[in-house]
C-alpha cells in the first residue's frame, strides 16, 4: 500500500525508509499558502498549537489528494515544535533570530514535542477517517559561547528548523541529554508513527 508524505522535510522521508515504510511526496500546490497554517494563536499552549496544525495539515493534504484525483491512499502529515516554558519556538526567520533562539536554549531544558496525523479519504461508502499522536520529549543543551553559536549559525544548519537547530546534525555536540523519542526529536516519533500506519492498514517491516 503507498503511504502519502505531506512533508518537504528530508529528515522524515529518511526515517520512513530506514523503517521499511516506502512513501511519495503530496507536497503544496504553488498556490497554496502552506505557511500560513503554522501561524501561532495568542496565548496559545505549544502542545496545543503543534497538534492543531498537523491536524489543519492533515485536512489540507487530503484535500489536495482528491483534488489530483491521485489513488486513494493514507496521508501522514507531521509537525515538529521547539518550547521553552510556553514560549514556541519555530523556525528562524533569519540567522539573528537562529542565534536569538540558541541563547535561549543555551545550558537550558527544553520541550520538543511532534504531533503526527495520519488520514485516510473517502472512498464509495467508507468515510474518511483520521488518527493523530503527540511524542513529547525533553533535550538539554550544555551552555554555548556567543562565539560558539555564531559559528553554527553560519554553517546554515539551523535555518529551517524549528528552534534552530537539527539533532542529528552539528547541533549534538551541545546536546548533554535527552529524555524521550530520539527519532521524535528528528521530527518523526517512530513508536507513535508505527502505531498510526498500523490502525490505517498500512504493512511494514516488523510488523
Known amino acids: 500500500m503507498t503511504l502519502y508524505l505531506a512533508s518537504q522535510s528530508p529528515r522524515r522521508r529518511q526515517l520512513l525508509e530506514q523503517w ?3 512513501c511519495e ?11 500560513a497554517l503554522e501561524a501561532v494563536r495568542p496565548g496559545e499552549a505549544p502542545a496545543v498549537y503543534v497538534q492543531r496544525v498537523t491536524a489543519l495539515k492533515l485536512q489540507a493534504s487530503l484535500a489536495r489528494l482528491q483534488r489530483r484525483g491521485l ?7 507531521a509537525d515538529t515544535t521547539v518550547a521553552l516554558g510556553r514560549r514556541i519556538l519555530g523556525k528562524p526567520a533569519d540567522e539573528a ?3 536569538r533562539m540558541l541563547a535561549a536554549l543555551s545550558g537550558q531544558r527544553h520541550r520538543v514535542m511532534t504531533a503526527v496525523a495520519v488520514g485516510l479519504p ?3 461508502e467508507r468515510p474518511a477517517r483520521a488518527w493523530q499522536a503527540l511524542s513529547t520529549s525533553w533535550v538539554r543543551f550544555a551552555p ?18 524549528a528552534g534552530a537547530y ?9 546536546i548533554a541529554h535527552i529524555s ?19 490502525q490505517a492498514g498500512v504493512r511494514f517491516v516488523g510488523t
Open 71 to 77: 489513488p486513494a491512499a493514507p496521508v501522514l502529515c
Open 25 to 35: 511526496l503530496l507536497l503544496p500546490d504553488a498556490d497554496e499558502d502552506a505557511e
Open 180 to 198: 524521550g523519542s530520539h527519532s521524535g526529536i528528528m521530527g518523526l516519533p517512530a513508536h507513535e508513527t508505527a502505531g498510526l500506519l498500523r
Open 97 to 99: 533570530d537562529a542565534r
Open 144 to 161: 554555548m559561547t556567543p562565539a560558539q553559536i555564531r559559528a553554527y549559525v553560519a554553517t546554515g544548519e539551523p535555518m529551517g528548523k
Open 122 to 124: 473517502a472512498v464509495r
Open 166 to 174: 537539527a539533532i542529528q546534525g552539528l547541533a549534538a555536540m551541545w
Open 20 to 22: 521499511g515504510v516506502p
